[in-house]
């Protein structure tokens, strides 16, 4: 799937949990999570890590939505 969207790197979320992490959020099943607060990701370990080490408060993710569109998600931590 990232080949077909020309991505070098990226996380695809296979699996949402009901009432988890991602649920809250709003992130589908399907979603390629690409960069998290700038940083790119290729890897679950990589998304924990920057969640982990993010400093603001505040959390930003890039990613593609199942449907091939560009989407943000901003959260505060603790969400």
């Given at each position: 799937m990232?080949?077909?969207?020309n991505?070098?790197?990226?996380?695809l979320?296979?699996?949402?949990?009901?009432?988890?992490?991602?649920?809250?959020?709003g992130?589908p099943?399907?979603?390629?999570?690409?960069?998290?607060n700038?940083?790119?990701?290729?890897?679950?370990?990589?998304?924990?890590?920057?969640?982990l080490?993010?400093?603001?408060?505040?959390?930003q993710?890039?990613?593609?939505?199942?449907?091939?569109?560009?989407v943000?998600?901003?959260?505060?931590?603790?969400t």
């Open positions: 990232k080949q077909q969207l991505l070098r790197a990226g996380v979320v296979t699996e949402v949990r009901q009432d988890g992490f991602f649920d809250h959020l992130i099943s399907g979603t390629i999570i690409a960069f998290v700038g940083k790119a990701v290729a890897s679950p370990k990589d998304v924990e890590a920057a969640l080490s993010a400093q603001s408060g505040m959390v993710m890039l990613a593609i939505a199942p449907d091939g569109s560009r943000v998600f901003n959260f505060p931590l603790g």
